[in-house]
């Protein structure tokens, strides 16, 4: 019994713990008058209004100064420096001991979850405890309202150029919700995915990486030998370690095509 009351209790956090998660976008889907905003490369953080928690519901070491700044309403951002700089973003942000270094994130938001209203009305919350309290960290990610599809395809296009990851579209209109859904949706010129490193192969010729064997969370499993650095491959990831790539589609074997290494998820 007493183990029953404990699994009843975990799928209630983990179920009130649900964020938003976006479908990918499709051509033929209708956006006029949809908002899209940058899609930034840092480490997604949702505030529950007493610490600050990973995707993954795992806690985030931030300084004390920081959490201090932050509302008494839930948040949902981006802990991000600037575009071009995961690697250093990630180092600061899952350090166990917080580090100076905490002066150079903000946290970017763009959604006010379990609040009523649409898409404006919740961000109009946060914007006026920022107006009011002025925190130097906490910012409102800039929302674009989109006029056509050329209009999506030049902003897309100008921030692939400034090396930005892409862009996130969504329906001003709805009401919170969780989960995933066609409501809010990513575009990118190519997509991502993350799996698991169960395999190293090592050049017998050269003696550094040749390629990783990963595993998908589906179970497929295949190797990824393109994207990696010179020191990546002298010091490649480790085996059970958690790794993003990007690729373009699937072959008929469902097997990802022209995958490259992206980097280490450590979140």
């Known amino acids: 019994m007493k183990n029953l009351l404990i699994i009843i209790a975990l799928n209630i956090f983990l179920f009130g713990y649900e964020l938003q998660k976006?479908?990918?976008?499709?051509?033929?889907?209708?956006?006029?008058?949809?908002?899209?905003?940058?899609?930034?490369?840092?480490?997604?953080?949702?505030?529950?209004?007493?610490?600050?928690?990973?995707?993954?519901?795992?806690?985030?070491?931030?300084?004390?100064?920081?959490?201090?700044?932050?509302?008494?309403?839930?948040?949902?951002?981006?802990?991000?420096?600037?575009?071009?700089?995961?690697?250093?973003?990630?180092?600061?942000?899952?350090?166990?001991?917080?580090?100076?270094?905490?002066?150079?994130?903000?946290?970017?938001?763009?959604?006010?979850?379990n609040q009523k209203g649409d898409f404006f009305y919740r961000l109009e919350k946060v914007k006026q405890y920022?107006?009011?309290?002025?925190?130097?960290?906490?910012?409102?990610?800039?929302?674009?309202?989109?006029?056509?599809?050329?209009?999506?395809?030049?902003?897309?296009?100008e921030l692939i150029s400034k090396k930005a990851e892409g862009i996130i579209i969504k329906n001003p209109k709805s009401e919170y919700f969780t989960g995933r859904s066609s409501n809010i949706l990513k575009v990118k010129k190519f997509s991502d995915m993350e799996g698991e490193v169960i395999g190293i192969n090592i050049s017998s010729k050269t003696k550094v990486l040749k390629s990783l064997k990963i595993k998908l969370f589906d179970g497929t499993t295949f190797n990824l030998g393109g994207g990696f650095t010179k020191e990546q491959r002298e010091s490649p990831p480790k085996i059970g370690e958690i790794i993003t790539f990007k690729y373009y589609g699937f072959t008929k074997n469902g097997k990802p095509k022209f995958a490259s290494f992206l980097r280490v998820r450590k979140d």
């Open 22 to 113: 976006p479908k990918i976008y499709e051509e033929n889907m209708e956006i006029n008058n949809w908002l899209m905003s940058e899609k930034l490369d840092g480490i997604r953080a949702y505030w529950n209004k007493k610490e600050l928690l990973t995707r993954n519901g795992n806690k985030i070491n931030a300084p004390k100064w920081f959490l201090e700044q932050l509302p008494n309403f839930e948040l949902d951002g981006e802990l991000w420096t600037k575009r071009d700089d995961f690697e250093n973003i990630q180092n600061i942000v899952m350090d166990k001991n917080p580090s100076l270094k905490w002066k150079e994130i903000t946290y970017n938001i763009f959604e006010v979850p």
């Open 130 to 157: 920022i107006k009011k309290n002025n925190p130097a960290h906490l910012k409102v990610i800039e929302q674009i309202k989109i006029k056509n599809k050329e209009h999506l395809e030049n902003y897309l296009e």
